[in-house]
């Protein structure tokens, strides 16, 4: 399955359809070295991307327990963007 573009996919998908389209984008990325991204970014954002996603499809089950320690260390520190 290829990625489409984000614009695409945002004006004619579902939010369903864009979480999985942005998890191509990302897997890409992570494959090709992150393109001068910080590779530990893309790799938490991939995995935020597949949580969504799980929860979406109603699939919480999978979570490993690192994901689930991660996103209790997450919950747990102020916002900064």
């Known amino acids: ?4 573009t ?3 996919v945002t004006e004619s998908g579902t939010r369903l ?3 999985r389209n942005l998890a191509l984008v990302l897997a890409v990325q992570i494959d090709t070295g992150g393109d ?5 970014q893309l790799v938490r954002q991939y ?3 597949i949580r969504e996603i799980s929860e979406l499809e109603g699939d919480n089950g999978d979570i490993d327990e690192i994901a689930a ?3 209790r260390r997450d919950a747990r520190k102020p916002d900064s963007d």
């Not at 399955?1 to 489409?4: E, H, V, Y």
């Open 6 to 8: 984000m614009r695409e």
């Open 17 to 19: 359809d864009q979480l």
């Open 47 to 49: 995995r935020e991307t």
């Open 1 to 4: 399955m290829d990625a489409k």
């Open 36 to 40: 001068g991204h910080s590779m530990a």
């Open 69 to 71: 320690i991660l996103a």
